[in-house]
C-alpha cells in the first residue's frame, strides 16, 4: 500500500476566526455553490446539518476532467485547533482505485488580520496502481481557498 499527502497554504487577509466560522459550517457549501459552479458544479447536502458525520455530494461542472461527481463526509470538526477534515466515500478518488483519501482544511492565525489555509490531501492507494497518485492535486482547493478568501476580504472591506 503507497500512502501519500500534498498541501497547500493560501494566505488570507481575513481574521482567522472569521475564516473559520465559515470552513467550519455549510456556509462554505453556500459560497462555493454562488461563486464556483464553473469549477465545483453543485454541491449538496446528503444528510446533516454541517456537524461529523455530515455527507455532502458534489456533482463537478461539466468539462471538468477525472470523475463527475464526490461525496464526502465529515470525519472531524476542531474548534479549537480549526481543523476540519472529511473523508472521500464515494466518486471522486475512489473511482480511480484509492483505498482511502482524506481533505483537511487547517485555518492558521497569522496575526490579528491575517490566516493562512492549509489544504492538505492524504491518501492511500494500491502499489500496483501507484502511478495513478500522480492524479491527487490541490489544485481545486487552491482555486475555492483564493475565491472564499477574496470574498471574505471584499466583505470586510465594505462592512469597514
Same mark, same amino acid.
Given at each position: 500500500?503507497?500512502?501519500?499527502? $500534498?498541501?497547500?497554504?493560501?494566505? @488570507?487577509? =481575513?481574521?482567522?476566526?472569521v =475564516?473559520?466560522?465559515? +470552513?467550519?459550517?455549510?456556509? /462554505?457549501?453556500? *459560497?462555493?455553490?454562488? /461563486? $464556483?459552479?464553473?469549477v465545483?458544479?453543485?454541491i449538496? =447536502? ?6 461529523v ?8 461542472a461539466?468539462? @471538468?476532467?477525472?470523475?463527475?461527481y *464526490?461525496?464526502? @463526509?465529515?470525519?472531524?470538526?476542531? #474548534?479549537?485547533?480549526? =481543523?476540519?477534515?472529511?473523508?472521500n466515500?464515494?466518486?471522486? +478518488?475512489?473511482? *480511480?482505485?484509492?483505498?482511502? %483519501?482524506?481533505?483537511r ?17 492524504? +491518501?492511500?492507494?494500491? #502499489?500496483? *496502481? ?6 491527487v ?5 487552491? @482555486?475555492?481557498?483564493g %475565491?472564499?478568501?477574496? +470574498?471574505l ?8
Open positions: 500500500m503507497m500512502h501519500g499527502h $500534498l498541501s497547500q497554504d493560501t494566505l @488570507i487577509k =481575513v481574521p482567522a476566526v =475564516v473559520w466560522d465559515v +470552513y467550519r459550517t455549510l456556509e /462554505l457549501a453556500r *459560497l462555493l455553490n454562488e /461563486l $464556483l459552479q464553473d465545483f458544479g453543485k449538496e =447536502v446528503v444528510q446533516g446539518d454541517g456537524g458525520g455530515t455527507i455532502l455530494k458534489i456533482t463537478f461539466p468539462g @471538468i476532467p477525472g470523475s463527475t *464526490l461525496s464526502e @463526509i465529515f470525519t472531524k470538526i476542531d #474548534d479549537e485547533t480549526r =481543523v476540519k477534515e472529511s473523508e466515500i464515494e466518486g471522486g +478518488y475512489k473511482d *480511480l482505485g484509492f483505498e482511502r %483519501c482524506r481533505f482544511l487547517h485555518i492558521i492565525e497569522k496575526d490579528a488580520e491575517s490566516c493562512i489555509v492549509r489544504s492538505t490531501i492524504e +491518501y492511500e492507494i494500491d #502499489d500496483k *496502481l501507484q502511478e495513478i497518485a500522480s492524479q492535486n490541490t489544485k481545486p482547493q487552491e @482555486i475555492m481557498n %475565491c472564499i478568501g477574496k +470574498y476580504e471584499e466583505k470586510m472591506r465594505s462592512s469597514n
